[in-house]
């Protein structure tokens, strides 16, 4: 079973930043593409970034592309989001996710999900 604990959350004003980390349990963490989605209230959940398991292949989001940073310490089982430059849209619940596919064009996610971290950006 791998469980995920996501961290690093918080209020932070219209262009700071914070870093996010997603724990994981199991020693399979290094074969798993990671991904990082975010849901804003009354919204969908949304892709936002994924690496694969050694870091060769990064995919972001184009809202984010040059102000949010995707990492990955396999000998740590950790994952890292750091976001610079935050608006106020970057407002949400951020997941993290291990195991995430690119299919048709679209990212999906797996079934092993964290129990998020907020983030919040005042104007």
């Known amino acids: 079973q791998v469980q995920l604990v996501e961290s690093g959350g918080g209020l932070v004003q219209a262009g700071g930043s914070l870093r996010l980390a997603c724990a994981v349990s199991?020693?399979?963490?290094?074969?798993?593409?990671m991904g990082w989605f975010r849901q804003a209230p009354g919204k969908e959940r949304e892709f936002v970034a994924a690496?694969?398991?050694?870091?060769?292949?990064?995919y972001y989001i184009n809202s984010v592309k040059g102000r949010f940073t995707i990492s990955r310490d396999n000998a740590k089982n950790t994952v890292y989001l750091q976001m610079n430059s935050l608006r106020p849209e970057d407002t949400a619940v951020y997941y993290c996710?291990?195991?995430?596919?690119?299919?048709?064009?679209?990212?999906?996610?797996?079934?092993?999900w964290g129990q998020g971290t907020q983030v919040t950006v005042s104007s």
């Open positions: 690496i694969n398991w050694n870091a060769g292949n990064i």
């Open positions: 199991g020693r399979t963490f290094s074969t798993y593409t």
């Open positions: 996710n291990a195991g995430v596919r690119f299919v048709n064009s679209k990212w999906y996610a797996s079934d092993y």
